[in-house]
């Protein structure tokens, strides 16, 4: 009976050691070496340091940056805090609700408000929130819906904002996989960048 319990010690031993400390040493040493800034969050780093990840979306509200998807996430508590990484979920309202209804009556009104002269469609992705609450990506045609009033407020040509928005455009994934997409984060990022290299037009 010692034998038994001694093969059976030995076991749980060898297979915490390979299983608890060998095989997540070697997976997080592989991806620190293949996959260094994927590993470490998809941070977008500015000379301050890092402003956000690439994976999870911000609140901008600002009419001078682009702004993402809506956010039905909320705290510990069930108020809503957008983006709360913590607590991914959807609104789970089905499309007769009328609180989804009023939400997005809200929303486009919000966008017409600050850019009164967007008198097309309105994406739908600016207007509804994601399944996750945390998406960080809207489509090229939202993007795109949001150049003038950004080049307004910045006080930039339309062209080139336009231009850095195409620049941002990410193609599906092997060419198949996903849709076409703008990362938020990035792209506002890019825009401050651009925005501090731009000399302010004489008067």
Do not use: C
Not at 79 to 95: D, F, R, T
Not at 105 to 117: G, H, I, M
Request: charge should be neutral.
């Amino acid at each position: 009976m010692l034998s038994q319990i001694r093969a059976a010690l030995v076991s749980l031993l060898a297979l915490s050691v390979v299983t608890g400390l060998a095989y997540p040493l070697v997976v997080t040493g592989v991806a620190q070496a293949a996959f260094p800034a994927q590993a470490n969050g998809s941070l977008v780093a500015r000379a301050a340091g890092p402003v956000g990840s690439r994976l999870i979306g911000q609140s901008f509200d600002d009419p001078k940056y682009f702004w993402g998807r809506p956010s039905a996430t909320t705290d510990a508590d069930g108020k809503p805090l957008p983006y709360n990484a913590q607590s991914s979920a959807a609104s789970n309202l089905g499309p007769n609700n009328p609180a989804l209804v009023d939400a997005i009556t809200a929303r486009v009104a919000a966008l017409r408000a600050a850019d009164p002269s967007a008198q097309g469609p309105v994406p739908v992705d600016l207007v509804t929130s994601s399944g996750s609450g945390l998406d960080p990506d809207i489509s090229p045609a939202a993007a795109e819906f949001q150049v003038r009033r950004v080049a307004r407020a910045r006080n930039l040509p339309e062209e080139q904002v336009r231009a850095l928005v195409a620049a941002h455009v990410e193609e599906r994934e092997l060419g198949v996989l996903g849709e076409r997409h703008v990362n938020v984060l990035a792209l506002n990022v890019a825009l401050n960048a651009l925005a501090a290299h731009v000399s302010p037009p004489s008067l």
